[in-house]
């Protein structure tokens, strides 16, 4: 399977709002709604962000949002932060028991 | 808290068996989950290697499977990853992740061991 495509970098100033797309196949991203979303400060353990397209794991500031229509998936940072800056990367079930990447997207506070 | 630790070799040499183990704290493997490897080349993104469940039961990423072998032993409350006859395009940040296979999401992670394939 083909990586999920990124755009390469994102940013805004503190309190704006950044949307970063991920676009896949109807073979993943539009075939389940398993789409999650990742942040990943360099050096450190990635921290998941959004599961099954929408849904936000305790302890995640609701500034974090997800939607998905068709094969692209978006995750909306609202109210950006200066501790927001970071990579994200998304992920996607792929069938038979498969998982599939997304190319990741460096957001920067302006 | 669920902690993940990855190690192993950081040199491996071209056409050996890179080796790697995930120590898992905080939980008990043998209470449930899948558990997953995901690796990073360099200026790449990330790749989905495979996962082991408890019992054993694997599931391997189809381009990687004639060279995989994911294993878990649950008395140490750990599991490995071995990937034979690696070349440089094995080369990779190599992470360990606990897996919700129902719904695809990697809720905790290790931080990540690079591994480098060069003689």
């Known amino acids: 399977q083909s990586a999920l495509t990124q755009p390469p970098s994102a940013s805004g100033s503190p309190g704006q709002s950044v949307t970063i797309s991920c676009t896949g196949t109807?073979?993943?991203?539009?075939?389940?709604?398993?789409v999650s979303w990742y942040q990943h400060h360099p050096g450190k353990a990635p921290k998941l962000m959004i599961y099954e397209v929408r849904k936000r794991p305790s302890g995640v500031p609701d500034r974090f949002s997800g939607s998905k229509s068709g094969n692209t998936a978006s995750l909306t940072v609202s109210g950006l932060q200066a501790e927001d800056e970071a990579d994200y990367f998304c992920?996607?079930?792929?069938?038979?028991?498969?998982?599939?990447f997304g190319t990741g997207t460096k957001v920067t506070v302006l | 808290q669920v902690q993940l630790q990855e190690s192993g070799p950081g040199l491996v040499k071209p056409s050996e068996t890179l080796s790697l183990t995930c120590s898992v704290s905080?939980?008990?493997?043998?209470?449930?989950?899948?558990w997953g490897w995901i690796r990073q080349p360099p200026g790449k993104g990330l790749e989905w290697i495979g996962s082991?469940?408890?019992?054993?039961?694997?599931n391997y990423n189809p381009s990687l499977k004639s060279r995989l072998t994911i294993s878990v032993d649950t008395s140490r409350n750990q599991f490995s990853l071995k990937l034979s006859s690696v070349t440089a395009a094995d080369t990779a940040v190599y992470y360990c992740?606990?897996?919700?296979?129902?719904?695809?999401?990697?809720?905790?992670w290790g931080q990540g061991t690079l591994v480098t394939v060069s003689s």
């Open positions: 992740a606990r897996l919700t296979v129902t719904n695809g999401k990697l809720d905790y």
């Open positions: 992920s996607s079930y792929a069938g038979s028991e498969n998982y599939v």
């Open positions: 109807s073979s993943d991203v539009g075939g389940y709604n398993y």
């Open positions: 905080g939980y008990s493997i043998s209470s449930g989950y899948y």
């Open positions: 082991v469940y408890r019992s054993g039961s694997t």
